[in-house]
């Protein structure tokens, strides 16, 4: 995680942490971002601990979190360089400018 974020920094990309179901059912965000457990398969949304007493509590930190990169940002990271942004225009400008690339998947 340390690379990536150190990577992800000098980048200059934000990106949005969303946690997930553990089960992967659901993502709580929007209507759900303030309910602790999943709708479909009432799964916890933070790690459950036991006390010495034997209740559950819930901790502050969650079981799965998706990390999500804009697509924006990554389009225009594509398009900084001179040399990406002609490839990824080719099909518009209907020109070949390096047939030894694979120019569209």
Known sequence: MYELNKILGSLKMPYEQIHACPNGCMLFRNEHKDT?????CKSS???EVQN??????????AVNILRYLSFTERIQRLYITEETG??????????MY???KMQHP
């Open 98 to 100: 390096n047939t030894k």
């Open 52 to 61: 010495d007493d034997g209740s559950k509590r819930l901790l502050t930190i």
């Open 86 to 95: 002609q490839c990824m225009r080719w099909a518009a400008e209907g020109k």
């Open 36 to 40: 602790n457990y999943c709708v479909k």
């Open 45 to 47: 949304r933070y790690i």
